[in-house]
């Protein structure tokens, strides 16, 4: 869409439309992510408040909105599903509770990273159990 820059702005790239504007602004923002950090720490610690006044806004959001919520776990099911592809794990919620009595042995520990899912450094760790029957340490 074009539009006829008013002569008395010099360079004017975007109209007065709120379209253009909201364009203008979330142009501004993303660059200014990437430029300045005091201001990405000052939008990550909002962002942190925000979620912390606002404790259960995505699981009320997830109740209300069924369809939002099937359609991710759809999407979710893709991404796993290219990955899986890839030779990627997808690590597991128990990953750390022993499977049986016996909890010794040699085991591949590997870091999980935010993005993407790779295995990168990884290491051969052996566990052995110092004794048996006693309560539980966690």
């Known amino acids: 869409m074009s ?3 008013c002569p008395h702005i010099r360079n ?3 109209c007065s439309q709120p379209s253009c504007q909201r364009e203008r602004r979330r142009r ?3 660059q200014k992510r990437r430029t300045d950090p005091d201001y990405c720490d ?3 610690r909002a962002q942190r408040a925000w979620r912390e006044r606002h404790r259960d806004y995505w699981r009320e959001y997830r109740r209300r909105h069924p369809q ?3 359609r991710n776990r759809q999407q979710q ?3 796993n599903a290219r990955r899986r592809g890839r030779d990627s794990v997808i690590a597991k919620r128990n990953v750390s509770a022993a499977s049986g009595p016996e909890f010794s042995g040699t085991y591949l520990l590997t870091p999980i990273a935010a993005e993407p899912i790779a295995e990168s450094n990884a290491w051969t760790v052996t566990i052995t159990t110092l004794s048996r029957g006693s309560a539980s340490l966690g």
């Open 3 to 5: 539009f006829w820059p």
């Open 12 to 14: 004017q790239r975007f």
């Open 28 to 30: 501004w923002k993303r």
């Open 42 to 44: 000052n939008q990550a």
């Open 68 to 70: 939002y919520t099937e």
């Open 77 to 79: 099911r893709l991404r």
